[in-house]
């Protein structure tokens, strides 16, 4: 009797430490599902012809690595790196390409990162100017400045929309009279996106800055860009 015991004991052992290793191949499986969708989804935020230059970018990138950021001085694990739908934005010639709301990614080894090409670098920078760091989104807009290809401009655009007083500040000294034309096209392209942008501006406005430093809409930082945009010429 003693000995069935021992034996079933045994056989239990066995059988957890094969549920183990079946339960660790099913999270390393998942994981890789999980990492194709985000490369799948970045991918899709630049134009065919930047694919080859997006995946060595990819590479350099965290994807596979856990996500932890600081909440209230606690290490919060974050379960998908990237949050919110995709929006489709049109460029000229019927291309079309789309950005996300929010990545969760860590920043690359600089090391490693000036290790890419120039192109390579402004596609790095675009996808981080949807982190949810603002200091984060900040710093890579102006590694931005001075760059105005067509597939760039979306996600200075964006950053139109957002909270960050900051950075609309480091985004008013990006569009100037030499290539505010540029701005404007994009936003004809796209008219239902603009007026959303435009309206989180004003809403953001009321929540945050309406009370403080700028009473008046004409006044604030975001509103005056907006305005410069929408009486330029296309």
């Given at each position: 009797?003693?000995?069935?015991?021992?034996?079933?004991?045994?056989?239990?052992?066995?059988?957890?430490?094969?549920?183990?290793?079946?339960?660790?191949?099913?999270?390393?499986?998942?994981?890789?599902?999980?990492?194709?969708?985000?490369?799948?989804?970045?991918?899709?935020?630049?134009?065919?012809?930047?694919?080859?230059?997006?995946?060595?970018?990819?590479?350099?990138?965290s994807?596979?690595?856990?996500?932890?950021?600081?909440?209230f001085?606690?290490?919060?694990?974050?379960?998908?790196?990237?949050?919110?739908?995709?929006t489709?934005?049109k460029?000229?010639?019927?291309?079309?390409?789309?950005?996300?709301?929010?990545?969760?990614?860590?920043?690359?080894?600089?090391?490693?990162?000036?290790?890419?090409?120039?192109?390579?670098?402004?596609?790095?920078?675009?996808?981080?100017?949807?982190?949810?760091?603002?200091?984060?989104?900040?710093?890579?807009?102006?590694?931005?400045?001075?760059?105005?290809?067509?597939?760039?401009?979306?996600?200075?655009?964006?950053?139109?929309?957002?909270?960050?007083?900051e950075?609309?500040?480091?985004?008013?000294k990006?569009?100037?009279?030499?290539?505010?034309?540029q701005?404007?096209?994009?936003?004809?392209?796209?008219?239902?996106?603009?007026?959303?942008?435009?309206?989180?501006?004003?809403?953001?406005?009321?929540?945050?800055?309406?009370?403080?430093?700028?009473?008046?809409?004409?006044?604030?930082?975001?509103?005056?860009?907006?305005?410069?945009?929408?009486?330029?010429?296309?």
């Open positions: 009797m003693l000995q069935l015991r021992k034996r079933q004991n045994v056989n239990r052992h066995f059988l957890n430490i094969l549920q183990n290793i079946k339960n660790l191949f099913q999270q390393a499986d998942q994981k890789a599902d999980l990492t194709d969708q985000y490369r799948n989804k970045l991918k899709k935020l630049f134009p065919d012809f930047l694919h080859a230059d997006v995946e060595k970018v990819l590479d350099i990138m994807l596979t690595k856990e996500i932890y950021i600081d909440s001085g606690k290490p919060y694990k974050v379960e998908n790196g990237i949050y919110g739908e995709l489709e934005i460029l000229t010639k019927g291309v079309v390409t789309f950005f996300i709301y929010r990545i969760y990614f860590h920043e690359p080894n600089p090391e490693i990162e000036n290790e890419l090409t120039e192109t390579q670098k402004q596609i790095l920078n675009c996808i981080y100017t949807r982190h949810h760091n603002g200091y984060i989104r900040e710093k890579r807009l102006r590694n931005l400045f001075g760059f105005d290809n067509e597939w760039i401009l979306p996600y200075k655009l964006q950053l139109l929309g957002e909270y960050v007083i950075i609309l500040f480091e985004l008013d990006h569009i100037t009279d030499e290539n505010i034309h701005y404007k096209q994009l936003t004809l392209s796209n008219r239902e996106y603009w007026e959303q942008t435009k309206s989180r501006m004003v809403s953001y406005w009321n929540e945050y800055y309406r009370y403080s430093e700028y009473k008046k809409l004409k006044d604030y930082i975001g509103y005056k860009i907006m305005k410069r945009i929408d009486k330029a010429n296309g």
